[in-house]
């Protein structure tokens, strides 16, 4: 396994880009349909959401890895059935809308588990690389 400092900067330097990318998706007028963005930027979500708990723990195993990442994903999207009116304030805005999210779905589910497992896979091979 390589330094854990020279596994630190690709993590950070690929969840970097999987937030521009998400950002992008999400803001950016691409012109493409609404399902394609709402569930390209939960994928990406969930793949940011790997990334930095890689980043936080570089040596764990992947596996662990995506337990922690899942139990995130699904903590944050259970986290939706709670409502406070300054919860719900924040979630009209921006930064809450593109961290926290407004309403509960299942099909977020599937789309973080896609994104977890995508990067989960690609942080493996660069592993064995």
């Known amino acids: 396994m390589p330094d854990l400092r020279t596994r630190r900067l690709p993590l950070l330097l690929a969840t970097a880009a999987v937030i521009a990318a998400g ?57 939706r059935l709670v409502h406070a009116p ?12 593109l961290l926290l999210g407004r309403i509960f779905s299942v099909w977020n589910l599937l789309a973080y588990a896609a994104g977890i497992a995508a990067a989960a896979g690609l942080d493996a091979a660069a592993r064995r690389a």
Not at 49 to 78: D, S
Not at 86 to 97: K, Y
């Open 23 to 79: 950002l992008a998706i999400r803001l950016a007028p691409l012109g493409w349909p609404p399902m394609v963005v709402k569930y390209a930027g939960s994928i990406l979500w969930g793949a940011m959401v790997y990334g930095l708990v890689a980043f936080l723990r570089p040596a764990a195993e992947t596996h662990r890895l995506v337990a922690v990442a899942g139990l995130i994903a699904v903590a944050v999207e259970l986290f």
């Open 86 to 97: 300054w919860l719900d304030a924040f979630r009209l805005t921006l930064p809450g809308q």
